[in-house]
């Protein structure tokens, strides 16, 4: 059973940095890519950031530059570092696997969606 927990969302004024994590089990976590995702409300869930097997990644063009994301297969935990936050940021972020092909952020057949954990940036 794929299990994915979401910490470290909070509130923050613009600017600050938050770093969240997502701890996830069920399936061989070094053999998927991972990937971060938001929903802000009353928008459609959105792709934020990927990171493949061998560490290689790729953003969203709105948080390229600020956001890094990175991953520890010894923990099977993957991390979202979110640094000069702005108001627009604020979402709920969820992770999950993603699909193997190259650069797909479309989240793999067996996955199914955390809780999230809620980050909120004040101005």
């Known amino acids: 059973q794929v299990q994915l927990v979401e910490s470290g969302g909070g509130l923050v004024q613009a600017g600050g940095s938050l770093r969240l994590s997502c701890a996830a089990s069920?399936?061989?976590?070094?053999?998927?890519?991972m990937g971060w995702f938001r929903q802000a409300p009353g928008k459609e869930r959105e792709f934020v950031a990927r990171i493949s097997l061998t560490g290689i990644t790729y953003y969203a063009d709105s948080v390229k530059g600020r956001f890094t994301i990175s991953r520890d297969n010894a923990k099977n935990t993957v991390y979202l570092q979110m640094n000069s936050l702005k108001p627009e940021d604020t979402a709920v972020y969820y992770c999950n696997y993603l699909q193997r092909d190259f650069r797909s952020t479309t989240i793999a057949d067996f996955a199914s969606w955390g809780q999230g954990t809620q980050v909120t940036v004040s101005s």
């Open positions: 069920g399936r061989t976590f070094s053999t998927y890519p």
